[in-house]
């Protein structure tokens, strides 16, 4: 499973969907994480506290989470993502992030966790 970046912010912050998000994490075989989108967590979560942020450190060491690197197929799927589905070209309106999170999961053809209505505009398969 890939795993977007508002998904792990909700887990941290204690959002609604914290208790669903950490089933589907645990049941995950896998847990993958592009560069951009591990960048985007800890920001988002250092910007409101360091306490959140080293929180997300142990909380990624704890599951495992891959970062997995990105080569030139996922740079051109993103590109793809946001000529398709980009913030003002689409409903999804996708972000730089989303888009590097949608390239992830179509390169590895793996579901993805996200957490708001943007991919669900996409032909990403949602892991909920």
């Known amino acids: 499973m890939v795993i977007d970046a508002s998904a792990l912010v909700a887990i941290l912050t204690g959002e609604p969907e914290l208790d669903l998000f950490e089933r589907a994490i645990a049941r995950a075989a896998t847990r993958k994480i592009s560069p951009v989108n591990w960048f985007e967590t800890v920001t988002v979560l250092g910007s409101r506290s360091v306490e959140l942020k080293n929180a997300f450190n142990r909380y990624s060491a704890l599951i495992r989470i891959e970062i997995i690197p990105t080569d030139t197929r996922q740079a051109e799927l993103a590109v793809q993502a946001q000529q398709v589905y980009g913030k003002g070209r689409h409903p999804a309106k996708l972000t ?14 793996e579901p993805l966790l996200f957490k708001g209505g943007d991919f669900a505009h996409t032909d990403i398969v949602p892991a909920l």
């Open 96 to 109: 730089l992030g989303d888009c590097f999170a949608y390239a992830l999961a179509k390169a590895m053809r």
